[in-house]
């Protein structure tokens, strides 16, 4: 007996499930140095990174995520000028040339993470910093700032060294974790980072199963009790091949 | 992600088939699952990272692949596949069909099954998990990822078996998936078990009705950074149950958490009850969480307890304790009220006779099926206003009449809905009410 109730959709009420905005930044060095095949091998990363990322962010009901992407060479810009849902998100490929201006970089992300244009509420926000060289401008009290906002220091952060000529003080100073400043020797893997990288805004958000700790192949202990991210299984950390160095 | 497989790699199983890899169907933390072909027919294979490719994830696997599926709901491990290199490996399963959707896309608003679908969802998977636990396992990660259900028809499918393992033996690479884990492992007291089980699955039901978190409400609006060390407050050091009778300090907040209070109220009182249970006194003790049985009567009375509303159709549960209070059914969509309906009822089995309502074989044989239909509502064609219950089994059914007198109830046939009439159904009684 066909039955015209039964087949006739009835909205529950209610909304989708309440969730928190994640802010993804992507901080990349585009000065004179990075030219050529560095940058090629960022943008095309970082890029063929998105869909991973939407995919994730597709299975997490509990986190809306955002990205957004500084620039950093003579000066700092912001290359989009709001936060873009990950859905909406599609990678400007970025030039090289100038100097180094770190610190500019910084300032402008310190701007960004002081409530507003922040939210209350939020997961911690997640910066991935790709950088081959040294600042050449003062970067340090833009960083102190930086990780003096209630924002910055709850960030996530993550510094990805791209070849031998870069101050790696500099990045520690930055992430707070050695284990978060990841050597990247040559393309392989700078890819590899950048891909890594781009999957802890799903293990900050909707951490998946988690491993007894005493099972993880890399049983290293995470300094850098004033990082938020010392406290994540974060797995998998990368480790960069002996080799070819740029 | 290294050690990708590439389309076309082919993969020798220990059972000695080749599997052909096809294309990659996701990725997790453990592996990426791909669509591979053996002798024309798809199936999946879960490849695990290098790390995780350890010797006891093989054992557990060649346990659960020597023991087989319990049902065919578990999309279980079939075969185990081994790297030429013999260092890393995977498993065959059944290949997940597109319609089966995962409790992330309810979440999201992007499918809206009615409530009868999620309570059969509700009824399948806690069944499908307890009988699990009969054989004595433990799944050790149940959360949003690993079920699937037909919005349609509320089928559901178990996958992701790789953590089964034997309760008490804990061997599992997992300790579960946060927002669902029992307290006592947020902490860092416990291991999964069975019992932690039942709590990840009171916390997955809770969600599905009620689209949000047991524990979300005050405490979690007030964490502005919600960082690992909030949720192992929320979730495990100071866990508050949002309708906690006795501790009102963690209640929903209204315009962030107003899911809470638009479902909680629709919902039966004797639902409600339980899920007090499991996020009160079960959040503390581990042995006085709801066990499947528990859950299985309510959920298969919601099923058969949906009443339309006489003015704009929605659903509305039957609430046994509204009417002992002699509380009005009212609609949560329009406000009218509704005329609960005769019912039928079986011991504690209650179903509500509406012209659109079944019965399982549940309730006339006595089992755990609500998917087998035995008998609907039908109209007498002769006299609309006699309804009656059509016998859909090959069996006769005996029509006891108030008066004692008995008719025979051949298959196919209907007896008048008439409250004091009983049918006997051979194993079980039922009485009109």
Not at chain 1, 4 to 18: D, I, K, S, Y
Not at chain 1, 118 to 140: C, E, H
Not at chain 1, 166 to 179: A, I, M, P
Not at chain 2, 36 to 58: F, I, N, P
Request: proline share 6%.
């Amino acid at each position: 007996m066909a039955n015209e109730e039964m087949e006739m959709e009835f909205e529950r009420p209610g909304a989708a499930l309440a969730n928190r905005p994640l802010h993804f930044f992507w901080l990349v060095d585009c000065s004179g140095s990075m030219f050529g095949e560095k940058i090629a091998t960022v943008n095309n990363a970082i890029q063929s990174c998105i869909k991973p990322m939407q995919d994730a962010a597709e299975n997490n009901p509990n986190a809306h995520l955002f990205i957004r992407t500084l620039k950093f060479a003579t000066g700092a810009n912001w290359v989009s000028s709001n936060p873009i849902p990950v859905e909406q998100f599609v990678w400007d490929d970025l030039a090289a040339g100038g100097v180094t201006d770190m610190g500019k970089a910084f300032e402008l992300l310190a701007a960004q993470l002081t409530i507003p244009p922040m939210s209350d509420r939020a997961l911690p926000p997640v910066i991935v910093l790709l950088s081959d060289g040294q600042p050449t401008d003062n970067y340090k009290k833009n960083l102190d700032k930086l990780l003096h906002l209630p924002w910055g220091k709850k960030a996530v952060r993550i510094a990805i060294s791209i070849g031998k000529d870069v101050d790696d003080d500099v990045l520690l100073e930055f992430t707070g974790n050695r284990e978060y400043v990841l050597q990247a020797n040559n393309a392989e893997d700078l890819t590899k980072m950048i891909k890594w990288a781009s999957t802890v805004a799903s293990v900050v958000s909707a951490p998946g199963s988690q491993e007894p700790i005493s099972q993880q192949a890399d049983d290293t202990s995470m300094a850098g009790d004033n990082n938020t991210g010392g406290a994540y299984d974060m797995g998998n950390i990368p480790q960069p091949s002996a080799g070819v160095v740029w | 992600m290294d050690g990708e497989l590439k389309k076309g790699t082919l993969l020798t199983s220990e059972n000695g088939n080749k599997y052909m890899v096809d294309s990659l169907l996701g990725e997790g933390g453990q592996g990426a699952v791909y669509d591979v072909v053996m002798e024309g027919k798809h199936v999946a294979l879960k490849w695990y990272h290098k790390d995780k490719a350890t010797s006891d994830q093989r054992k557990i696997l060649d346990n659960l692949i020597e023991k087989g599926a319990p049902d065919e709901h578990f999309l279980w491990p079939e075969d185990l596949v081994i790297a030429e290199n013999g260092k890393r490996f995977g498993y065959i399963m059944p290949i997940r069909p597109k319609e089966y959707k995962n409790p992330v896309a309810l979440m999201k608003g992007m499918i809206n099954p009615s409530f009868l679908t999620l309570c059969k969802v509700a009824y399948n998977v806690t069944l499908e998990y307890q009988k699990l636990h009969k054989l004595g396992y433990c799944y050790s990660d149940i959360s949003f990822g690993n079920l699937f259900f037909d919005p349609k028809t509320g089928d559901v499918l178990i996958c992701d078996n790789d953590n089964v393992s034997v309760n008490g033996l804990y061997a599992s690479q997992v300790l579960g998936t946060p927002r669902f884990m029992a307290p006592e492992i947020v902490i860092g007291q416990a291991k999964p078990s069975r019992n932690t089980d039942l709590y990840s699955l009171a916390v997955l039901i809770f969600y599905m009705f009620i689209v949000n978190h047991p524990l979300e409400g005050a405490q979690e609006a007030s964490i502005k950074c919600m960082d690992i060390h909030a949720m192992r407050l929320i979730y495990g050091e100071n866990p508050i149950f949002i309708f906690d009778p006795d501790n009102k300090t963690n209640r929903p907040v209204p315009g962030y958490q107003d899911n809470a209070n638009i479902y909680w109220d629709i919902f039966p009182q004797n639902v409600k009850d339980l899920f007090t249970i499991s996020f009160t006194t079960g959040l503390k003790d581990p042995r006085q969480r709801v066990t499947e049985n528990t859950w299985l009567e309510i959920f298969a009375n919601m099923i058969t307890g949906i009443i339309r509303c006489p003015s704009c159709k929605h659903e509305i549960f039957y609430d046994t304790s509204k009417e002992e209070l002699g509380v009005a059914h009212t609609c949560w969509h329009c406000s009218a009220t509704a005329k609960v309906p005769v019912k039928m009822v079986i011991g504690r089995k209650v179903i509500v006779l509406n012209k659109d309502s079944k019965i399982y074989a549940k309730h006339t044989i006595g089992n755990s099926d609500m998917t087998t239909i035995t008998g609907e509502v039908s109209i007498n064609p002769n006299n609309p206003s006699m309804w009656g219950i059509k016998n859909l089994t090959q069996d006769n059914w005996t029509y006891i009449q108030e008066d004692g007198s008995q008719i025979l109830v051949p298959p196919q046939r209907s007896a008048l809905i008439k409250a004091n009439a009983k049918i006997d159904f051979g194993v079980e009684i039922a009485e009109f009410k």
